[in-house]
Nanobody, 114 residues
């Protein structure tokens, strides 16, 4: 198994930026595809960014996902934040051959205020 711990959340003003980190341990990190999800009050959990074990991403825009395999860490750079970005953000891992995310972190709160 792999254990995931998110950090970097907090309170930020509209238009500001945050960089979330997800530290992994327990198994070789480079073998996993990674994703960032979020869940806001009254909404379903949604995928906001994903990255393969090889570093390929399929999301563009205000949020950028990246990984540093040497540090066993995946990042989510969030720019131009809006109040609707307020949510609990979760890091997740899946095996490269699967589309299902199997391992999850505890989440970190992001609050965007005017």
């Amino acid at each position: 198994q792999v254990q995931l711990v998110e950090s970097g959340g907090g309170l930020v003003q509209t238009g500001g930026s945050l960089r979330l980190s997800c530290a992994a341990s327990g198994r070789p990190f480079s073998s996993y595809a990674m994703g960032w999800f979020r869940q806001a009050p009254g909404k379903q959990r949604e995928l906001v960014a994903a990255i393969t074990s090889g570093g390929s991403t399929n999301y563009e825009g205000r949020f950028t996902i990246s990984r540093d395999n040497a540090k066993n860490t995946v990042y989510l750079q969030m720019n131009s934040l809006k109040p609707e970005d307020t949510a609990v953000y979760y890091c997740a891992a899946r095996h490269s051959w699967s589309r299902e995310y199997e391992y999850w972190g505890q989440g970190t709160q992001v609050t965007v205020a005017s």
